[in-house]
């Protein structure tokens, strides 16, 4: 067993653990209920920890919650105006924030 993974709270942890096992990777958590003794106890003694079962696929792991953690959107991409509304957006939207076109690209 291998800790690929320290997290800071349980739902980002469990959801890597959720791409993990559709990866094919077998994982579980440690320490997914001692969030609570936090002050009791050193706050990293209480961070959810995510483990593979093997340790041949702690690399393959690594990858996956490194691609998840990446961030989607390129820094410094130009926004874009939406045809529709002329509204600027950010590159990141698929549509505008503005009047909700999703083919508003000019």
Not at 78 to 103: I, K, V, Y
Request: charged share 25%; aromatic share 8%; hydrophobic share 40%.
């Amino acid at each position: 067993m291998k800790r690929v993974f320290s997290g800071i709270n349980l739902a980002d942890t469990t959801h890597l653990k959720n791409l993990l096992e559709q990866s094919g990777i077998g994982s579980f958590i440690k320490h997914a209920y001692l969030g609570a003794a936090v002050g009791e106890l050193p706050v990293f003694d209480v961070s959810p920890e995510l483990w593979v079962f093997t340790d041949g696929d702690a690399p393959r792991a690594e990858a996956v919650i490194r691609e998840a953690l990446r961030p989607s959107v390129e820094t410094g991409a130009e926004p874009w105006r939406c045809a529709h509304c002329a509204e600027l957006n950010e590159q990141q939207f698929a549509a505008c924030w503005r009047c909700g076109s999703r083919d508003a690209r000019s």
